[in-house]
Protein backbone atom coordinates (compact mmCIF):
# COMPACT_ATOMS: atom_id res chain seq x y z
CA UNK A 1 0.00 0.00 0.00
CA UNK A 2 1.49 2.79 -1.60
CA UNK A 3 -1.07 5.04 0.23
CA UNK A 4 0.17 3.99 3.32
CA UNK A 5 3.76 3.96 3.29
CA UNK A 6 3.34 7.70 2.59
CA UNK A 7 1.64 8.77 5.21
CA UNK A 8 4.46 6.86 7.63
CA UNK A 9 6.84 8.95 5.36
CA UNK A 10 5.12 12.04 6.32
CA UNK A 11 4.57 11.68 10.04
CA UNK A 12 8.23 10.22 9.85
CA UNK A 13 9.17 13.93 8.16
CA UNK A 14 6.98 14.86 11.39
CA UNK A 15 8.77 13.88 13.71
CA UNK A 16 11.64 15.11 12.71
CA UNK A 17 10.33 18.78 13.08
CA UNK A 18 9.10 17.91 16.13
CA UNK A 19 12.37 16.62 17.39
CA UNK A 20 14.22 19.45 15.57
CA UNK A 21 11.96 21.87 18.23
CA UNK A 22 13.29 20.04 21.17
CA UNK A 23 16.88 21.66 20.37
CA UNK A 24 16.52 25.15 20.92
CA UNK A 25 18.48 28.12 21.19
CA UNK A 26 20.08 28.35 24.61
CA UNK A 27 18.26 30.57 26.53
CA UNK A 28 21.72 31.92 28.45
CA UNK A 29 24.11 32.28 25.65
CA UNK A 30 21.19 32.55 23.01
CA UNK A 31 22.53 30.38 20.85
CA UNK A 32 26.12 32.18 20.57
CA UNK A 33 27.39 29.11 22.66
CA UNK A 34 29.23 31.52 24.76
CA UNK A 35 27.98 34.08 27.05
CA UNK A 36 29.53 36.75 29.59
CA UNK A 37 30.55 35.99 33.19
CA UNK A 38 30.51 38.55 35.42
CA UNK A 39 32.77 38.17 38.10
CA UNK A 40 32.37 40.32 41.35
CA UNK A 41 36.00 41.62 42.37
CA UNK A 42 35.88 42.38 46.05
CA UNK A 43 37.42 45.45 47.60
CA UNK A 44 40.50 45.45 48.04
CA UNK A 45 43.89 44.67 46.60
CA UNK A 46 44.57 48.26 46.04
CA UNK A 47 40.93 49.10 44.85
CA UNK A 48 38.59 51.14 47.26
CA UNK A 49 35.72 50.66 44.74
CA UNK A 50 34.82 46.40 44.26
CA UNK A 51 33.75 46.20 40.19
CA UNK A 52 32.28 43.45 38.00
CA UNK A 53 34.61 42.04 35.83
CA UNK A 54 33.07 40.41 32.07
CA UNK A 55 34.64 37.77 30.53
CA UNK A 56 33.26 35.86 27.55
CA UNK A 57 33.39 32.33 28.42
CA UNK A 58 31.69 29.11 27.04
CA UNK A 59 28.27 28.54 27.86
CA UNK A 60 27.93 25.97 30.76
CA UNK A 61 24.32 25.54 30.00
CA UNK A 62 24.72 24.23 26.31
CA UNK A 63 28.74 23.19 26.62
CA UNK A 64 29.33 25.87 23.77
CA UNK A 65 26.63 24.03 21.11
CA UNK A 66 24.58 26.99 21.50
CA UNK A 67 21.61 24.78 21.81
CA UNK A 68 19.92 22.86 24.57
CA UNK A 69 17.88 19.91 24.31
CA UNK A 70 14.75 19.43 25.82
CA UNK A 71 14.74 15.31 25.39
CA UNK A 72 14.13 13.61 28.60
ZN1 LIG B 1 24.42 28.30 25.96
Not at 24 to 51: L, T
Amino acid sequence: MVKGREMIKTFEGLKDLIVENYSEECPQCNGAGECEVDYDMPHGFGRDVGFIDTRIEECDMCNGSGEVSNHE
